[in-house]
């Protein structure tokens, strides 16, 4: 351990030092390299997210052995599907039934999910279309290739005779029987879950995944995900990431004809790779939107310790890493942050919860930081001044002025079942002041682990509500999906925790309430509005590193801000596969938010494509578009709280809503897509400038048009954008499968 401490400490003064003085280089080069030596340093056996080295390791040792220990090749197996050799992983898994070794009841279960994988790449991978691996499994989504599905079956039930409760395996053969379309009337009786395949009593319109179609399905593991205007022609682009220093990013540009262009390479982030998540600021208040990328995420032993990165957007179609330049070199694992302008200077600070996971070497303890803006492309770190040093394993972090005095104050959600609500004490000067306020606010009591998070008005009654992911469990996420379809869930598994802000400093947990006491385990998460009724809905991205956790994603409908109904079997939004970083977004400027998502788990063998969900159109509601451009509020106009009063069948309502990308894990566009109902004029537009705090009002504002507003302008400027259909690519011919001769005897 110490000579890893070490290893990083050094690697990190190399790096400052090589950054600051080799002005021959340009600052993406010296990223790059960093970056491609600490992927070196973590091909290492004891980091627990790198299976390949330790494949090697094994097959190495087992080519020595005449009489290959069966434990040995067991390990080799469960490698084997970590690393995407399928194949392999089930013919090892073979000979171990031969040798009769397979009546451990775990090495089955391991065997079956074995086999489900292999029939996963078969048809949803090699062979994808939009209705792969779509819960509940139908159409186009039956596997062609059955091989797979049919030996997880004869696994499946053989376990099953002998645990009839074991629900992880009872939902994963469920799953299997509907991936050859058996479902629900080919699954043995004692063995059948009810009614998977029945939404919740309410239906929407069914979106359908079109990012093959457009060259965006991008194969890899768990990453971010970014939509906004990168180039400033007023069309929607949207930058991905993969969380390994392996996995590239990727920029596509809105070619603003219903299609898109990977520009990845011309735009400079060509190996700049990695980054479980990543969000966009405008840092320098020069009107182009930068980029965060935040790695090391889960990385324990000391491999989460990773740069960050800030890429300044040149406004040419160019990135530069100006990590170094700007004060924001830091070594320490992390996947959330938020930025705001937390000491009202009209500058954009920035909020980083890092993962102390108690299991770390490098550096000992890891702490949140706040850089301060210093307004020349600098920043400077004042958490411990600020009071906002949190020490815990934080996997979200969210910004709003809950209790409404001008100030931004912080949530935080952690992995150590604490709650942090930091109330910002609105103290005047470069350094602000936080206090937590989590056990006065009563947003702490319940310890359950969470994740994903965010701010947002649920009820539209003026006031910012809290809700955070639940993601406590001690088995694979298909446990508590068969339990709770079996009709015996368990208590509070996997939650999505809402707590109601009273307008008094506290707030109420309301999650029974509303109907989010579902099993949901959300990772990636964000929020819109998909039938522009004014209420924002939800879609949530789930999964863990585990293979057997094969849950559909989910998407909620917010039923007027009283209730939330679970539409993800009628939307058709429910892949299986690992959820990761999710944006809202009108990308085809008809007033109607797609859903894109970024798919894939932890390991090579568990990647996907990503998915964009078209939305067919809801209704005929209408709607408003804002982009807003600070003048004393920071020019991205992060942190600005909008009021949008109409008149909708003869009642008078508001829809808030504050400048934002949404939720903790992914990013919608800054540009504020809000729904207005039936309503045939707005009212009125209301803005409260962040940082200023400035009221500025237009009123009687036709609906369904894209407006500029600029802060103290004297009326808004219409943006006209062409209307897009998306233009789908020529589908490729069906893929070979990997193997159609495996057996099991």
């Known amino acids: 351990m110490t000579t890893m401490r070490k290893t990083i400490t050094a690697l990190a003064v190399l790096w400052i030092f090589t950054a600051i003085t080799s002005c021959y280089q340009s600052s993406n080069q010296d990223m790059v390299q960093m970056l491609k030596d600490l992927n070196k340093r973590n ?42 050799r399928e194949e392999q992983s089930v013919k090892i898994y073979e000979d171990l039934v031969k040798r009769d070794f397979m009546s451990v009841d775990q090495m089955m ?4 999910i074995a086999y489900m994988r292999l029939g996963e790449r078969n048809n949803c991978m090699l062979n994808h279309n939009g209705s792969s691996c779509v819960f509940p499994i139908k159409d186009g989504g039956v596997h062609q290739l059955k091989t797979g599905s049919t030996k997880a079956i004869e696994v499946y039930e053989l376990v099953l005779k002998s645990h009839p409760d074991d629900y992880e395996s009872k939902w994963l053969l469920n799953i299997a029987f509907m991936t050859l379309g058996g479902y629900p009337n080919s699954v043995p009786k004692e063995f059948l879950i009810p009614n998977l395949d029945m939404d919740s009593g309410y239906k929407v319109k069914p979106f359908t995944d079109i990012a093959a179609d457009l060259g965006l399905d991008i194969n890899g593991r768990a990453g971010g995900v970014i939509v906004e205007d990168f180039n400033n022609d007023g069309y929607l682009d949207i930058v991905t990431s993969g969380w390994g220093l392996d996995d590239p990013m990727h920029y596509f540009q809105n070619n603003k004809d219903g299609s898109f262009t990977d520009r990845t390479e011309q735009s400079g982030l060509k190996g700049i790779n990695g980054g479980l998540n990543i969000q966009q600021t405008d840092y320098n208040n020069d009107g182009n939107m930068d980029i965060f990328v935040l790695r090391g995420a889960w990385n324990t032993q000391g491999f989460g310790n990773q740069p960050s990165s800030l890429l300044r957007n040149n406004g040419d179609g160019t990135f530069t890493d100006v990590t170094v330049q700007s004060g924001l070199l ?11 302008d937390f000491n009202n200077d009209g500058w954009l600070d920035v909020f980083i919860g890092t993962e102390n996971s108690g299991i770390y070497d490098a550096g000992g303890s890891q702490t949140s930081m706040l850089f301060i803006n210093n307004q020349d492309g600098t920043f400077t770190n004042v958490a411990a001044q600020a009071h906002c040093d949190i020490n815990g394993y934080t996997k979200g972090v969210t910004s709003a002025d809950y209790n409404k005095d001008g100030w931004p104050d912080i949530f935080i959600s952690t992995l150590d079942g604490k709650k942090t609500l930091l109330k910002n004490k609105c103290k005047p000067g470069a350094i602000p002041d936080f206090e937590d306020v989590s056990e006065k606010a009563g947003i702490n009591k319940n310890k359950e682990r969470t994740f994903g998070t965010w701010f ?9 509500d809290i809700i955070v992911n639940g993601y406590g469990f001690t088995k694979s996420l298909a446990y508590y999906a068969g339990a709770e379809g079996a009709g015996k869930p368990v208590p509070g598994a996997g939650n999505e925790y809402l707590f109601r802000n009273n307008g008094d400093g506290t707030f109420t947990e309301v999650t029974r309430e509303v109907g989010l006491d579902k099993v949901v385990y959300s990772m990636g998460c964000n929020f819109g509005d998909i039938d522009n ?56 400027n008809i007033g ?49 709280h909008i009021k949008v009063t109409f008149t909708e069948n003869g009642v008078k309502r508001s829809v ?41 009002r237009f009123k009687n504002i036709a609906p369904n048009q894209f407006l500029h507003i600029t802060e103290g302008g004297d009326k808004p400027e219409v943006i006209h954008l062409a209307k897009l259909t998306y233009k789908r690519k020529p589908k490729a011919p069906m893929s070979m499968p990997i193997s159609n001769s495996l057996s099991m005897k």
């Not at 279960?109 to 079956?112: E, F, I, R, V, Y």
């Not at 830091?330 to 705001?340: C, D, E, I, R, Y």
């Not at 590193?545 to 939330?564: A, E, H, I, Q, Y």
């Open 109 to 112: 279960q391991d065997m079956g």
């Open 330 to 340: 830091f070594f320490h694992p992390t996947q959330a942050a938020v930025w705001a």
């Open 456 to 464: 947002f008005d649920y009820n539209n009654d003026g006031l910012p």
């Open 533 to 588: 009724d004014g209420y924002p809905d939800m879609y949530f991205g789930t999964g863990n590193p585990d293979f057997r956790s094969l849950v559909p994603n989910k998407l909620f409908r917010n039923m007027g801000g009283k209730t939330f109904a679970d539409v993800t079997i009628s939307s058709r939004t429910g892949n299986l596969q690992k959820g990761h970083g999710v944006a809202f977004a009108d990308f085809r």
């Open 592 to 640: 109607i938010q797609d859903i894109f998502a970024e798919m894939g788990g932890a390991y090579k063998g568990d990647s996907y494509t990503s998915s964009l969900y078209v939305n067919p159109g809801q209704n005929n509601n209408n709607w408003i578009s804002l982009k807003l451009e600070g003048v004393k509020a920071n020019k991205a106009a992060i942190g600005s």
């Open 656 to 696: 808030y809503k504050d400048v934002n990308s949404g939720g903790s894990f992914g990013s919608n566009p800054m540009r504020q897509e809000i729904g207005i109902g039936q309503a045939k004029i707005i009212d009125e537009i209301e803005i409260r400038w962040a940082g200023s705090q400035t009221l500025q």
């Open 43 to 84: 091909y290492n056996r004891a980091n627990p997210f790198n299976p390949e080295v330790k494949k090697a390791f094994i097959d190495s040792l087992l080519k020595t052995l005449d009489n290959k220990p069966n434990d040995m090749l067991a390990t080799d197996a469960a490698l084997a599907l970590k690393v995407g």
